[in-house]
C-alpha cells in the first residue's frame, strides 16, 4: 500500500516488531512463522494490521494465548495508537477482563444474535440477559483431582532444545537460541504437571521435545510397568509402540482438525494404526463410547469441524486422542482460544478423564487462573529455564 523501498520496508517492520514487543526482531525478520511461538506469531499479526495505520483497526482475539503481562503490553500500544491515530476499534474476544479494562461500549452476542448491548461499566455491573450473568459467573475454579499415586510416568533430566545462529557468507554459527535450557521434570500417574510463562519462554517447545516430535540434547524417561525407558534415545520405529500411550491436545481447535475428515474418520485415524486388529463395528463402537465420554453427541459422526464451535471442536480433538486408551497427555493450551463458559466445561472433562482413567498430564498455559484448578506441581518457564518449582 505504501510502495516503500526495500530498506525503508525493512526499517518499518523492525519498528512495528519493536512496538508489538517482539524480541530480537532484527534477527528474526527472514524467520519463517514455523519458527515462532504461538505468542510471536500473534505479535507479527498484529504488526501486520498496524502497518498502514487504519482508521478503523477490527482486532478479532488480538490477545489470544498470551500471557497476561503482554497482553497488557499489547493493549497499551493499540489504546496508544488509537488515540494518536484518531482510529476506531472493534475488539472482539472472549476475555472478559480485556472489554473491561478497554471498552468503552460492549456488545454481547450468543447464537448469532445480540443479546445485550450498552455502556461497558454498566454491563459489568447490572447485567440483564441471563447469558451475560452466566459469562460473568463463569471461571475455572476448584482444586486438581484427588491421587495417592507415586508411581512415576514421565521424567526429563537436563533436557536442551538449541538453534544455531548463523551468520556470514559461510553460514557459520556464531551462537544459539536456547529454547529450552536444562530442564527437569517428573509426572507422575494420576497428577498433572502445570507449565507456565510468557509468550516465546520455551512451553511449547518443551512438550514437542518430549513428545519427540523435535530433536534435543539431555534424557526424557518414559516409565511403562514400572520400567524406565529413556526415549530421548529411541528412533522412529522404537517410538512407534509408545505413540499411543503419550499424546498432545493442541491450542487452536479450529487448525488441529482437518476439514477434510469427518468426526468419524478424524476419532478413528489413530485406530487405523495403533488399533489395525479391531473391527469396522469394534471400531465404530469405540468410537461412539469415546464421543460419549467427551460428551458429544453420537448423532455426529458424519458431521464436518466446519459445522461445530471451538469447543466442540476441542472435544473433538480429545476424543480422537482418549479413543486410544493413553496414560500420558500433553495438553498445549487447551482452552486459551474459548470463552470463559466453556473453558469451565473443558477443564471439568479434563479432570474427569484424568480421574476415570488415572491420567497424567503436562499442561502448558499462561493463565494462571485454569492452571491452578488442574495441576498439582508447577514450573514456571522463562527464556528456556525454570525459574521457579513447586
Known amino acids: 500500500h505504501k510502495k516503500l523501498p526495500n530498506k525503508e520496508a525493512d526499517d518499518r517492520a523492525m519498528e512495528l516488531l519493536d512496538l508489538v514487543g517482539f524480541k530480537d526482531g532484527k534477527n528474526r525478520l527472514k524467520d519463517y512463522p514455523h519458527q515462532l511461538s504461538g505468542g510471536q506469531k500473534q505479535r507479527v499479526m498484529i504488526a501486520m494490521a498496524l502497518a498502514n495505520d487504519p482508521d478503523l483497526l477490527i482486532a478479532d482475539e488480538p490477545t489470544t494465548a498470551l500471557d497476561v503481562t503482554i497482553q497488557a503490553q499489547i493493549l497499551n500500544l493499540l489504546k496508544k495508537l488509537q488515540t494518536k491515530l484518531k482510529m476506531s476499534l472493534i475488539i472482539i474476544t472472549h476475555d472478559l477482563t480485556i472489554i473491561k479494562n478497554i471498552t468503552d461500549r460492549v456488545v454481547v452476542m450468543t ?6 448491548s450498552g455502556k461497558t461499566k454498566l454491563i459489568f455491573s447490572k447485567p440483564k440477559h441471563s447469558y451475560t450473568k452466566k459469562l460473568l459467573a463463569s471461571e475455572p475454579k476448584g482444586k486438581p483431582v484427588k491421587t495417592k499415586s ?3 510416568l514421565l521424567s526429563t533430566k537436563d533436557l536442551k532444545v538449541w538453534y544455531p545462529i548463523k551468520k556470514g557468507f559461510l553460514k557459520r554459527t556464531t551462537g544459539f537460541i536456547k529454547a529450552v535450557n536444562k530442564v527437569n521434570i517428573n509426572v507422575f500417574e494420576g497428577q498433572t504437571l502445570g507449565i507456565v510463562g510468557e509468550s516465546g519462554s520455551g512451553k511449547t517447545t518443551l512438550g514437542m521435545a518430549i513428545l519427540r516430535l523435535i530433536k534435543s540434547n539431555g534424557e526424557i524417561n518414559f516409565f511403562q510397568k514400572k520400567q524406565k525407558l529413556s526415549i530421548n534415545k529411541f528412533d522412529f520405529k522404537q517410538m512407534k509402540p509408545l505413540r499411543s500411550e503419550i499424546q498432545v491436545v493442541f491450542q487452536d481447535p479450529f487448525g488441529s482438525l482437518s476439514p477434510r475428515l469427518s468426526v468419524k474418520e478424524i476419532i478413528g485415524e489413530g485406530l487405523e494404526i495403533h488399533k489395525k486388529d479391531l473391527t469396522e463395528k469394534n ?4 468410537i461412539l463410547d469415546t464421543l460419549r465420554k467427551v460428551e458429544l453427541d ?5 458431521r464436518y469441524p466446519h459445522e461445530f464451535s471451538g469447543g466442540q471442536r476441542q472435544r473433538i480433538g480429545i476424543a480422537r486422542v482418549i479413543v486410544l486408551k493413553p496414560r500420558f497427555l500433553i495438553l498445549d493450551e487447551p482452552t486459551s482460544a474459548l470463552d470463559l463458559s466453556v473453558q469451565l466445561q473443558i477443564v471439568n472433562l479434563l479432570k474427569k478423564l484424568q480421574k476415570e482413567n488415572n491420567l497424567g498430564y503436562i499442561f502448558i498455559s499462561h493463565d494462571l487462573r485454569v492452571v491452578q484448578s488442574l495441576a498439582h506441581q508447577l514450573i514456571v518457564l522463562k527464556n528456556g529455564k525454570v525459574v521457579e518449582s513447586g
Open 150 to 152: 507415586k508411581n512415576p
Open 298 to 302: 453420537t448423532t455426529i459422526l458424519n
Open 283 to 286: 471400531r465404530e463402537k469405540l
Open 111 to 116: 447464537d448469532g444474535k445480540i443479546v445485550e
